[in-house]
């Protein structure tokens, strides 16, 4: 079974600082690895991939295979990116589709 | 429309009660997933919907759960004799027909249920 674990419910940071996500994820195979975000009074969407290897607004996420990890991280952090932030998960064996998510963390930076 | 929309936005329903949910994919997105995110929770897969069969629904949590999508398009997720643990956000999401690389899922703004 396919687990994400996000230690951090709530992480506060002043704007400037550095931000680092946790995400921690269990599965026998390569999956693909997501982070989504939710600012407030909107809906759910994608923030970046994995595979892509982006930088989406200043954030940036490496796949850590010894680690099973996918930390999301910026050098600074900003008051717009005050947000929930959830990490995914998904197979990539026959049938995978849905996306498993951790419980999220709920960014707060301090003006 | 541009997004997903779900209707409705809210439901407030007694406990007993059937509800219907609503969930309008976007044009030409071929798949549909319902998740049910529970306070506190990130969003729990339900059900996907490949066109109008339902590929897999091992999310559902039992047998009051049920989803429809008859013409490959609007799905109803509907609830029979709700109870107070069905309260949560009800999310749907749409992609891009089912493919060996991953299809962007685009979000609904969910339907919260609260069952009194």
């Known amino acids: 079974a396919q687990r994400v674990t996000q230690p951090e419910k709530l992480l506060s940071v002043f704007k400037g600082a550095p931000v680092e996500l946790k995400c921690n994820y269990s599965?026998?195979?390569?999956?693909?690895l997501f982070w989504y975000v939710q600012y407030s009074r909107q809906r759910l969407q994608l923030l970046l991939r994995?595979?892509s290897r982006e930088s989406i607004k200043g954030f940036t996420a490496d796949l850590n295979k010894g680690e099973t990890s996918f930390h999301l991280k910026k050098p600074f952090a900003q008051e717009e990116d005050s947000a929930m932030y959830y990490c995914?998960?998904?197979?990539?064996?026959?049938?995978?589709?849905?996306?498993?998510f951790g419980k999220g963390t709920k960014l707060s930076v301090i003006p | 429309g541009a997004g997903v929309s779900q209707t409705p936005s809210n439901k407030v329903t007694e406990k007993g009660k059937y509800v219907e949910l609503r969930c309008d994919p976007i044009?030409?997105?071929?798949?549909l997933y319902w998740y049910r995110q529970s306070l506190g929770q990130g969003p729990e897969f339900l059900i996907y919907f490949q066109g109008t069969g339902a590929a897999d629904d091992s999310g559902l949590p039992n047998d009051r759960f049920f989803a429809v999508r008859p013409e490959g398009s609007v799905s109803t997720l509907k609830i029979q004799r709700t109870e107070r643990g069905d309260s949560a956000v009800y999310l749907c999401?749409?992609?891009?027909?089912?493919?060996?690389?991953?299809?962007?899922?685009?979000f609904g703004p969910g339907t919260r249920l609260t069952v009194l």
């Open positions: 599965y026998s195979g390569s999956p693909e």
């Open positions: 999401a749409s992609s891009l027909g089912l493919s060996f690389s991953y299809n962007e899922q685009f």
């Open positions: 995914a998960i998904r197979g990539t064996g026959a049938g995978s589709y849905q996306l498993t």
């Open positions: 044009s030409g997105h071929t798949a």
């Open positions: 994995h595979i």
